[in-house]
């Protein structure tokens, strides 16, 4: 369990849902992880779990509280890492969500809107531009985003989290250009319905979600699903796979 020995990866979000598990996978393959995490008892609890499922594969985790919608914030996250690890090689965006407050155009609250602009999209932008000229002076290394299911087909009443998760797939395109001269590949994981506590509650209260949740070919996703694809996308598996968009989505898109 050794596919990311020695490498050092930030995770967004980290406290819980898929970027628990994308922790907990990186440490048990021998990854130094940072959870940067708004909810300071999940990013604790986070980062001894991924202590703990690390064992004796050189892997670590560590927890950093972090706003990724404040540049100082990131910025401040961004240089614990390095005081704490030393170099940085992974960039895994994964902080994101969509509410229950979402819906058409017409009827979406304005304050939805920029919330799922906030978080999502300049989250993903402001940790990406205080992270990856750390990776650059590591050598090169994977930025992770995370997109969805919505960016690559329709989802009629979540057009808050729509807009988000489709300008991110447009930008790791344009990023996975811009870094290759600098040995950093840029992908975007674009599950669907993955069945984290966050979203076990959506379905509760969200038809739209829970109608689609009903075409997924192999059933619902869980978080480990996702996560091994962010541990192949991370390790050197993947060194010529670079601006994509990767859907785990139980074939939910081609039906």
């Known amino acids: 369990m050794d596919r990311l020995k020695n490498k050092v990866a930030f995770i967004t979000g980290g406290g819980g849902g898929i ?24 990013g604790k609890s986070a980062a001894l779990s ?11 985790a560590y927890f950093i509280e972090t706003n990724v919608s404040d540049a ?54 402001l940790c990406s531009k205080y992270a990856i000229p750390e990776i650059v002076k590591s050598g090169g290394g994977s930025v992770i985003n995370m997109s ?14 729509t807009a988000a998760k489709g300008a991110i797939a447009s930008m790791t395109r344009s990023m996975a250009v811009e870094y290759a001269s600098d040995k ?10 993955t069945l984290s506590d966050r979203v076990k509650k959506l379905l509760e209260k969200s038809p739209e979600i829970e109608s689609i949740s009903k075409k997924h070919l192999l059933g619902l996703a869980k978080p480990i699903h996702v ?6 996308l991370g390790g050197d598996e993947s060194s ?6 990767i859907p785990v989505d139980s074939g939910v898109t081609i039906y």
């Open 72 to 125: 100082d914030s990131v910025k401040t996250a961004i240089k614990k890492t390095i005081e704490k690890y030393g170099k940085l090689h992974i960039l895994h965006n994964n902080a994101g969500g969509s509410t229950l407050l979402d819906g058409p155009v017409t009827e979406a609250p304005i304050e939805e809107f920029w919330r799922c602009i906030n978080l999502d999209l300049f989250g993903t932008f």
């Open 227 to 232: 996560a091994e694809l962010a541990v192949y």
């Open 50 to 60: 991924a202590k703990k499922i690390a064992k004796n594969t050189g892997g670590d």
């Open 240 to 245: 010529i796979t670079t601006g994509q968009i």
């Open 184 to 193: 950093i590949r840029v992908n975007a994981i674009a599950p669907s319905v």
């Open 19 to 42: 970027g628990r598990a994308t922790a907990e996978r990186f440490a048990e393959e021998g990854a130094k992880v940072i959870i940067a995490e708004i909810d300071i008892e999940a």
């Open 148 to 161: 969805s299911n919505v960016a690559l087909m329709a989802l009629p009443g979540r057009d808050c989290y």
